[in-house]
């Protein structure tokens, strides 16, 4: 079996490094779960898990900005809209077929996708 050179070994350390940082950045931290007034949905807040490192004020953690996906009942996604503060999930307007947060997104569970509005 063929031994890595050194600089061989560093590259392939380099590299795994890289993919875990990688990896680390994407990660993403749940905030809350909030149910459809019907139970058939749920809404769950999310922020990149790095975000949390970041020196914030007491109180202002729901400022930071994260992502709003929402799920059916079998767990299947129906979308998922980047918010610029957490805070904003709680004016997600339930609806039979739809759900909203004003200026940020429409989520149309007939056809499984979400209007992302211009941010």
Known sequence: MKK?????????????AAFAFIA???????LQRLPSPDGRFT???EYYTW?????MTPG???DKPGFVTIYSSDGHSLGRAPVP?????HDLRWEAEAA????????DFSRGRVMIFSQ
């Open 4 to 16: 890595l050179s050194r600089h061989g070994g560093l590259a392939v350390l380099a590299l795994f």
């Open 24 to 30: 680390a950045l994407r990660a993403t931290t749940e």
């Open 43 to 45: 809404a769950v807040t």
């Open 51 to 55: 975000r949390s490192l970041l020196p």
């Open 60 to 62: 202002s953690s729901s």
């Open 85 to 89: 503060m957490l805070q904003l999930a």
């Open 100 to 107: 909203e947060i004003r200026l940020v997104a429409h989520w």
